[in-house]
């Protein structure tokens, strides 16, 4: 997230409970967890704002920041 959204996308996760886990210059990683539901709600309102990587599942690792990150 550039500086000038993170405060939206912040809120947004706010809103849905969510955990920011980790912050670096050009990226966060955010925590939600709950129904399907729920999900694709936080999605939804996160569909203005570019997702390097999603990971729907238990437990899992993610990669600080952008520099590992793929884009198709």
């Known amino acids: 997230a550039k ?3 993170r ?4 809120t947004i996760t706010e809103i849905f409970k969510g955990k920011v886990v980790d912050v670096t210059h050009d990226s966060m990683v955010i925590e939600v967890t709950g129904k399907s539901d729920k999900l694709e709600s936080f999605l ?3 569909a203005d704002y570019e997702i ?3 990971a729907r ?3 899992t690792g993610l990669t600080r920041g ?3 990150v793929v884009k198709l």
Request: proline share 0%; glycine share 6%; net charge negative.
């Open 57 to 59: 599942t238990g437990l």
């Open 52 to 54: 390097l990587e999603l």
């Open 44 to 46: 939804d309102m996160l």
């Open 3 to 5: 500086a000038t959204d």
């Open 66 to 68: 952008s520099d590992d």
């Open 7 to 10: 405060q939206a996308v912040l």
